[in-house]
Nanobody, 121 residues
Framework: QVQLVESGGGLVQAGGSLRLACAAS????????MAWFRQAPGKEREFVAS????????DYADSVKGRFTISRDNAKNTVYLQMNSLKPEDTAVYYC??????????????WGQGTQVTVSS
């Protein structure tokens, strides 16, 4: 069993920045692919970014590429999402996900509860 807890969400003006964190407990995530997804009201959950266990394989959705950066600190059992140049269309609940032998937007077995990100114009 693994538990994932997101933090760092909040309200920010367009053009601003936020850093989300996903802390894992129950087991180490050092061998997991980790990912961020988001879901806005009335829309399907969409893939945002993923990072392999080594950090050498990183993928981003086209909508966030160049603005968001995913990273991980396996010693702290934590994954991060640095979000810069935020736009109102980035407003969503952001979810952390993880699992072994998963890639990109695959069926991750472990999910956090989500954290709200609201970007005002």
């Amino acid at each position: 069993q693994v538990q994932l807890v997101e933090s760092g969400g909040g309200l920010v003006q367009a053009g601003g920045s936020l850093r989300l964190a996903c802390a894992a407990s129950g087991r180490t995530i050092s061998t997991y692919t980790m990912a961020w997804f988001r879901q806005a009201p009335g829309k399907e959950r969409e893939f945002v970014a993923s990072i392999s266990w080594s950090g050498n394989s990183i993928d981003y959705a086209d909508s966030v590429k160049g603005r968001f950066t995913i990273s991980r600190d396996n010693a702290k059992n934590t994954v991060y999402l640095q979000m810069n140049s935020l736009k109102p269309e980035d407003t969503a609940v952001y979810y952390c996900a993880g699992g072994n032998y998963i890639r990109q937007a695959g069926p991750y077995p472990y999910w956090g509860q989500g954290t709200q990100v609201t970007v005002s114009s």
